[in-house]
């Protein structure tokens, strides 16, 4: 059991590693910052479509999908 949970946790800190450096990327050659707590607890259905007008531009939204991409492959 503990080497399952090693491996886990060398694979989460692994995951965890390349989404921030996706993100200081993305954020180095944009000059936008990215907070994903924006996206993931956006307060109302207004809010939401405010954010999603703003990140609507081809390289913004590609982010995006690569961020949820990485997200969804270290569950």
Do not use: Y
């Not at 910052?33 to 809010?47: A, C, H, I, Q, T």
């Not at 007008?53 to 913004?60: G, N, P």
Request: net charge negative; proline share 1%; no cysteine.
């Amino acid at each position: 059991m503990r080497v399952w949970f090693v491996i886990f946790f060398a694979l989460t800190i692994s995951a965890f590693i390349a989404m921030r450096a996706h993100q200081f990327q993305f954020e180095s050659e944009t000059g936008i910052r990215f907070n994903v707590m924006e996206f993931e607890l956006p307060g109302s259905v207004d809010n939401l479509n405010v954010l999603l007008k703003e990140w609507s531009t081809h390289q913004k939204k590609q982010f995006v999908l690569e961020q949820l991409f990485l997200d969804h492959l270290s569950l």
